[in-house]
DNA sequence: CGTGAGATTGATATATCTCAACAGAAGTGG
DNA sequence: CCACTTCTGTTGAGATATATCAATCTCACG
């Protein structure tokens, strides 16, 4: 709790009342979370694991708007304003999640500034993050989106020397991240490999050449 | 104030104290309200023309966020948690806009848990267009986003009979917009047209079948 | 071992972007 | 009122990157 995205500003005492109205939900992979319309019984913040949060579309298609990681939070929308969820959330692995109760942070937020400038953040935050989605498909390449994605998850294992990295779910679910068919992400990646950019082995990356992949990884399409 | 979206609920007493922290604005076609990156001095409400919100990429591409109407507000991020504008504001034609203090409106807000409210209101909305138009670009091809584009203009202007409007902006902005090139913008009109969908004049488009625009509209890619 | 899901690779189609030329409208200035 | 410039929109031809379809391949797991 202390170590979320959220609350991790907070003082220990309001973080006591946050643990009071939390409660701990495990999924396996594959499980729904809930589904878009579901009424509303709290938000979540990601414990181990990933969560999936997509859009399905009337013919079945998926558009995934994040993967939300250790740390992350998702669904402070709906203790804020909407009743329903409107996506759904699907967990990719194995993965464990604290629940916090809808009425219970409605009424911490009303004593408590510091809790609402929390949630607003967090709002904030998912709103950057789509408009960062949404520009880098219209500025980027596939290929530089890959790059940046593999440089975000590089950032924070290893500081020097060659960092490298586990992918903590199906390369299917990166490559809906990043917007391409899956297909493309596999060549894209072998390409990037062959060009001696990084090492892969099963699921984990390893940068070789993390400046190049940065040219890679801003040069628009 | 009182027809605005945001505070459109509010009672009449906390509207009085809104006018008090709001001065008016207004801009000639293709002024800036604001840049990325200028320090916020708080958020605006589109009383009259419109106002489209673009980020600019390193290289000068742009990728438009929305373009805000009548009623329709933004900024409210920069006062509630980010002190910086994330995006460009500028003027698609001649328009006048209220300003809302960003001291003042956090000020009513730690009072007033209905401002509070309307404020987090607007943001979910904001995220929920976003949400819309990435879906958008994921489950409609260019032609069904266009048709969707016709109805959407079409609608409100004449109920029965073939309704028809005019295009309030260059035709490039629309294409923009629709996140097409203008070439692709252009040919695809045409084609409509050549269908018997629609008749175009200049600026003007006159809508023949809107039970076939529907059907291309749903027809996902 | 079998089985099956995910990942890789190959071959192909095609829609859209890009570049380039042109046309028309609109505005400017004499 | 008429050239002249400029901006927007239209049309054409062509390149190309990516999605799609289909066929293996790998590997974990029962």
Chains 1, 2 share one sequence.
């Not at 181990?48 to 998702?74: D, N, T, Y």
């Not at 004593?111 to 967090?122: H, M, T, V």
């Amino acid at each position: 709790m202390e170590q979320s995205k959220v609350f991790g500003a907070l003082r220990s005492e309001l973080l006591k009342d946050l643990v009071e109205i939390c409660d701990v939900v495990s999924l396996n992979k594959g499980e729904y979370l809930f589904r878009e319309g579901d009424v509303s019984s709290g938000f979540y913040i990601v414990h181990h694991g990933a969560i999936r949060l997509h859009k399905v579309s009337p013919e079945g298609s998926k558009q995934i708007l994040k993967i939300f990681r250790r740390r992350e939070s998702f669904g402070e929308s709906t203790v804020v304003s909407l009743s329903c969820y409107p996506a759904d959330a699907c967990a990719d692995c194995p993965t464990i999640l604290a629940r916090v109760d809808k009425m219970g942070i409605q009424k911490l937020g009303r004593k408590s500034e510091a809790i609402r400038q929390c949630l607003s953040s967090s709002l904030v935050r998912h709103l950057d993050h789509l408009v960062s989605k949404l520009e880098a498909r219209a500025f980027f390449s596939p290929e530089s989106r890959l790059a940046q994605w593999i440089l975000d998850e590089g950032i924070g294992e290893v500081v020097n020397g060659p960092s490298s990295f586990e992918i903590g779910c199906p390369k299917r679910s990166v490559a809906d991240e990043l917007e391409i068919a899956s297909e493309t992400f596999s060549r894209k990646l072998r390409n990037l490999r062959e060009r001696g950019y990084i090492r892969v082995s099963g699921s984990r990356i390893e940068i070789l050449d993390s400046e190049g992949l940065r040219v890679i990884a801003t040069k628009e399409h």
